[in-house]
Every structure is written in C-alpha cells, then in structure tokens.
C-alpha cells in the first residue's frame, strides 16, 4: 500500500530564507513522486516530478526536489524564498503499475514573513 | 484553453438533497478523478474513470455516484446529502495510462451541507 508523510503541517519561513518542505512515503516499489501547490480557492497546481533518471529535479518557480531512495523521501527545496510562495504544498505518489492513483500526504502550509 | 473546468463553483444543500457536480476537460484526458480535501487530510479519491463508460471506486466512495458517459465528461453525484459531505470537492484529468503523467486539477468546487 502507498502512503505519504508530510512532516510539519505548517512552516513559516523569512523572506530570502531557504525553503525545507519535508515529505517521505511508504511504498514496496519506488513509486513516481510529485509535489503540488495550491494556491488560496485554487485546484492544485504541478510543481514537479520524478519519475526515472536524474534524481535531483528542478521544477517552476526555482522548486526543486530530490528523491532519496535509501530514506524514501522526497524533500521540497528553495534556496531563498519569496512572498508569492505562500501556499499550501502537496506531496504525491503514484505506483508505477495499476491505475496509478495518487496517493497524497495531508500537506503543509508554508507562511513567508517579510 | 480551458483545461479542467468544474461547475458550480459553490454550493449550499440542506441535509436529504440531491445535486450533481460537473467535471469538463477540454484535453482529451482518458483519465478523470474526483477528490474531496478536507482539513487536515489532504485530497482522498472518491471515484475514478479510466475512460469513457468506465468508473471505478477510490478510497471514500460511500454516498457518491459517477458517471462517465462521454469522454470529456465526468459527473460526482450525492443522491442524499449528509453534513459529512461538506468539503471541497476537486476534479482531474490525466492524459492516460502512463502514471508518470500528472494530473491536471479544476479550481474545485465548496459544497456544504446544512
């Protein structure tokens, strides 16, 4: 079975300051990883992926994740954050084979304090 | 382009009452969802479709309904609302069998049951 842990439901962070956002998942098979933001009374919104290959991942917004499969996580990175990232964050898993569902973690919401 | 659009944008139901929520995507997606999100919870499926004529049950299906009668179209029904179904309900769409393809979400719809 997939499961999702998004450590810390909220997480403030000073504007310039590096973004940490923590996500570790449960899987027998590496599964393909994503990370969504979702925006206030918005649908959520693809940040990146990681399905094979380069396990370090750059996505929109200057995001970048990197799948560990030795700790089976798949932390969110940023190296200097801004006001327009406060949102709330999504981390994903999809197994590789079936229908590929998403499973998701229970997200964490990130406050930018200028 | 549209991508995935979801109506109506909100939505009050007394307990007992009936509606139907609509889910269009303009992509040519085999591939539709309906989550709910609530609090602290992050986004559970509801039901799924892999293709037009075909639904599937996901993680809470209990109390809802699908249908997929055409391909662009998938519909959420509750036949008798109960206040545990107020939440945010969203809709995707996937291109197709490829899990390593992301879902593309609507902006949701907030339904509450009083």
């Known amino acids: 079975a997939q499961s999702v842990t998004q450590l810390g439901s909220h997480v403030s962070v000073s504007e310039g300051a590096l973004v940490l956002l923590r996500c570790n998942y449960s899987?027998?098979?590496?599964?393909?990883l994503f990370w969504y933001v979702q925006y206030p009374n918005q649908g959520l919104q693809l940040l990146l992926k990681?399905?094979?290959?380069?396990?370090l991942v750059k996505g929109i917004n200057g995001f970048e994740a990197e799948f560990k499969k030795s700790e089976t996580s798949f932390h969110l990175t940023k190296p200097s954050a801004h006001m327009s990232d406060a949102a709330e964050y999504f981390c994903a898993v999809s197994p590789q084979t079936g229908a590929n569902n998403l499973f998701f973690g229970t997200g964490t919401r990130l406050t930018v304090i200028p | 382009n549209a991508g995935v659009t979801q109506t109506p944008k909100f939505r009050v139901l007394k307990t007992g009452q009936s509606m139907t929520l609509l889910c269009a995507q303009d992509m040519n997606h085999e591939y539709m969802y309906w989550y709910r999100q609530d609090p602290g919870m992050g986004l559970r499926l509801i039901h799924y479709s892999v293709g037009e004529g075909t639904t599937a049950k996901g993680e809470v299906p209990d109390g809802y309904n699908v249908s997929r009668l055409k391909k662009q179209n998938f519909l959420l029904g509750l036949e008798s609302a109960a206040p545990s179904q107020t939440s945010v309900y969203f809709c995707?769409?996937?291109?197709?069998?490829?899990?390593?393809?992301?879902?593309?979400f609507g902006d949701g719809t907030r339904l509450s049951i009083l």
């Open positions: 899987s027998s098979v590496p599964p393909y």
């Open positions: 990681y399905t094979t290959g380069a396990t």
């Open positions: 995707a769409s996937r291109i197709g069998f490829l899990g390593n393809q992301p879902q593309h």
